[in-house]
C-alpha cells in the first residue's frame, strides 16, 4: 500500500514544474551566447528565451521574438503578451514533464512577469550574466550587437534555419571547455550548437515611442486616479532595460474620490496604474516608477 502511494505521489511531483531559475543581463551582453552553459551548470532541461521553449538543441514551441519586424513587436513577443502564445507553452511544459528550467531576461521584473504569464513558479535563484561572463566578453557581446546587428538563438543552425530562413546567418560549434567561467566539469568533447541570427528590427534603427508620448499617456493615468494631483516634473530615463520614470507632483492631503485611503496606498495605486496603462497601451517595458511628493495639499482648490 505504501509503495502504491509513493509511486502516485512520484507521479503527481513528475507532473509539476518546481526548478526555476532566471539569467538576468541588459539586452545584447551574451544571455543567449551564455545560456546552455548555465543550464548544464545547474541541470536544467529547458530555456526559455525571446518566446520560445528550447530543449535538447530543438524549439519545443512559441515563436521567437527575433523573427519579429520591430523593436515593440520583439518585446512583446518575449513578454508573452499573446494568450495563445503562452497558453502554448504552458501546455508544452506540462505535456513533456518538464521540471527544471532556465528563463532569460534583461532584468528580475521581466522574468518573474514571464514565470507568471506561464503559469510557472517564481524562479528560486536569480544569475546575473556579470556573474558569470567577464567584463571583457560582455563588452565584445554588446559591440558585436550595436554594431553587426547579431543576436543569438541557443539551439542548432538546422533548426532555425527551417524555421526563420529570412534571419538566419550562421551556425556555431564548439566544445565546452573545463576552464569555464562556472567552473563546470563536462566531458571533454561535448559540442554545444547555436545559431546567429540578424534580427529584421535589428537592421533598422531601433524604435523608441517618444518622451512626449509616454509623459502624455503617464499625464492621462494620473488624472484618472485624482485630477486634484498637480505633476511639476516628469523626467523619462531609458536603457537596454526599459524606461524608468521619475515623477514630481503635488498630492491633496486626502483623496478627490476616496477620502479615507492613506496618502502611501494612494502613491502605491498611482505607480501600478501608470506602469499598466502605459505597457498595456504601447507595449514597452516600464523598469520602475518613482514618485517624489514636493508637497502635500491640505485643501483641494481648483487649478486653472
Known sequence: MQSIQKAIGNFIRSL????????????GTGKSYNAK???????????????????????LAGHSA??????LGAVRVALFDDKEHRDEIARKIKRHRIRRILIL????????????????????????????????????????????GKHIIPVASTEVRKRYPKIFASGIRFTF????????LVRENKVVEKSIVQPEFSKKM????????????TLASIREIDSAVCVKKIIIATDSRGYTLTIT?????????????????????????????????????????????DKVIESISKRA
Open 177 to 184: 571547455h573545463r576552464l569555464n567561467p562556472l567552473r563546470l
Open 105 to 148: 531576461g534583461t532584468s528580475k521584473k521581466m522574468v518573474m512577469r514571464i514565470a507568471a504569464r506561464l503559469q510557472l513558479p517564481p524562479p528560486s535563484k536569480i544569475i546575473y550574466i556579470e556573474d558569470i561572463s567577464s567584463k571583457e566578453m560582455i563588452e565584445l557581446a554588446l559591440k558585436s550587437r550595436q554594431i553587426e
Open 206 to 217: 531601433r524604435q523608441h515611442i517618444s518622451e512626449a508620448a509616454i509623459t502624455h499617456m
Open 16 to 27: 509539476k514544474t518546481d526548478t526555476i531559475y532566471a539569467l538576468v543581463g541588459a539586452s
Open 66 to 71: 527575433k523573427s519579429e519586424q520591430s523593436f
Open 249 to 293: 507632483l503635488d498630492m491633496p492631503a486626502a483623496s478627490q474620490y476616496e477620502a479615507s485611503v492613506p496618502l502611501t496606498k494612494r502613491v502605491d495605486a498611482m505607480q501600478k496604474k501608470i506602469i499598466s496603462d502605459i505597457e498595456n497601451t504601447s507595449g514597452i517595458f516600464i523598469e520602475d516608477v518613482h514618485i517624489i511628493i
Open 37 to 59: 552553459l548555465v543550464a548544464e551548470r545547474y541541470k536544467l532541461n529547458a530555456i526559455i528565451d525571446d518566446g520560445l521553449l528550447i530543449q535538447a538543441d530543438k524549439i
